[in-house]
């Protein structure tokens, strides 16, 4: 990853300038009337753009007119600081937040560098577990890439399940896809772009790795399977600029997008280094849970194990509602920048996925990439929960809970990978 700012490298934390204001209840309902009007009366304006407007909102929550997710609870508007005393003041919101730059959650280490900590990690399990055991545990697996099929797919039986996660929506929030890609070629891929002035054609690679590893084909025309749901309808929200970045408001109207066109599963691998949650993105997995749509997202890469420094899931993975994936690697050990969780409510890391050196689609001419970060480990975890939705047709919260009960309870501490490695169902 070269293009893509890393969660955790550094402290810096981006604002737009503008607010999050966090809807209560009773300003919610079949319409937008009383939430229309809170926010008319707190912003001093008269014209609200909503979601459910006929066209939506016009520009991803830019310019001066504020912007309703009224399905989420979630107003972005431009605030006076008299204004902002008032709305902190009002007891109809929850919560009154900056809106912030979220960033592609890639891992700027070196392959040479994380091969050489993997080493070193690998050796200290095999001391702690018994190297020679046989247990399928950390320790003793070893999984590599085949001329068939990728090490995170066979680490967590995706490669051996009877689903395809056919009949199941899955989203795929973050730089776009490239739609020129030979492996989705003749694919139905609904697409749309909320970032202002730039499609959705992907050309930073971050957008199109991921949604490589969630739902790529069953037989690449590019060389190995690194795809988990094979048959999964994938749609795609660009919520990231080229750049890597994207505003709150983006990816709030993008969530909007997903859960209206019932994805069971929205996969997020972006965030930004901030250690509290936010009552925006917690509002906002509550309600997608409720409607039947499990957030999945990077916990982050802002640790440097090696060094001591364990770190901490950012927003939004660290959101109570909104599930929160480490990275190990291929001995099932876990990564060298993984976040680990943190003391604030909500901010426990709860599952593990595949995320070094892990191989999957990318823009064209080059059509594949090896990469590492939580953004690889969360779409294997958003692929996985697609084929459990195939099985047994839970959504929301009972999906969450059956990922996490059928997770490979791994020798780490929860702190570091929760329930351990996902796993997918089997035959």
């Given amino acids: ?51 459910r407007d ?19 609870g979630i107003a972005v508007a431009d605030l006076t600081s008299e204004q902002l005393r008032a709305a902190r003041a009002d007891r109809r919101l929850v919560g009154v937040e900056p809106e912030r730059v979220q960033y592609a ?4 280490l070196s392959e040479e560098y994380l091969r050489g900590f993997s080493d070193a990690a690998r050796f200290l399990h095999e001391q702690a577990a018994g190297a020679g055991a046989g247990t399928g545990t950390v320790g003793t697996a070893q999984f ?28 795929v929030l973050d730089t776009g896809l490239d739609l020129t890609h030979p492996d989705f070629a003749g694919r139905q891929i609904e697409s749309r772009s909320f970032v202002d002035g730039q499609p959705v054609q992907d050309v930073q690679g971050h957008g199109t790795h991921t949604a490589g590893t969630t739902a790529g084909p069953l037989a690449p025309t590019t060389g190995r399977r690194y795809g988990v749901a094979h048959e999964a309808t ?3 929200g660009k919520v990231l600029g080229d750049d890597g970045s994207g505003t709150d408001a983006g990816i709030l109207e993008g969530i909007d997008w997903a859960i209206t066109s019932g994805a069971r599963v929205i996969s997020m691998s972006l965030g930004s280094d901030v250690n509290e949650v936010s009552a925006a993105y917690e509002n906002v997995g509550r309600r997608a849970l409720d409607a039947g749509s499990l957030i999945v997202a990077a916990a982050g890469n802002n640790a440097e194990r090696s060094k ?25 050990a876990i990564a060298d920048f993984s976040a680990a969780s943190s003391a604030v409510e909500g901010g426990q890391i709860d599952i593990a996925g595949p995320g070094v050196d892990v191989y999957s689609s990318w823009p064209s001419p080059q059509n594949t990439n090896t990469i590492s970060g939580t953004s690889m480990a969360t779409p294997h975890v958003a692929g996985i929960a697609a084929l459990w939705s195939q099985r047994t047709g839970a959504t929301g919260q009972q999906l969450w809970a059956q990922l996490v009960q059928a997770a490979q309870r791994l020798p780490l501490p929860s702190g570091d990978v929760g329930s351990g490695l996902v796993r997918a169902p089997g035959a």
Avoid: C, H
């Fill in 105 to 108: 959650i890639g891992n700027p």
């Fill in 308 to 332: 001591g420094n364990a770190g901490f899931v950012g927003i939004p993975a660290n959101s109570p509602s909104v599930m929160a994936v480490a990275a190990v690697d291929s001995a099932l």
């Fill in 54 to 72: 006929a066209a939506g909102p016009t520009t991803a929550g830019g310019g001066a007119r504020p912007t309703l997710f009224s399905r989420l």
């Fill in 144 to 171: 590599g890439d085949t001329d068939k099929v990728t090490w995170g797919l066979q680490a967590t039986g995706a490669d051996q399940s009877p689903e395809t996660g056919k009949g199941i929506t899955v989203a």
């Fill in 1 to 51: 990853m070269v293009a893509a700012r890393a969660v955790g490298n550094g402290s810096r934390v981006t604002t737009t300038g503008r607010y999050l204001l966090v809807l209560g209840d009773a300003l919610l309902g079949d319409d937008d009337s009383a939430a229309r009007s809170a926010v008319q009366e707190l912003t001093g304006l008269s014209e609200v753009t909503s979601t």
């Fill in 234 to 236: 994938l749609i795609i």
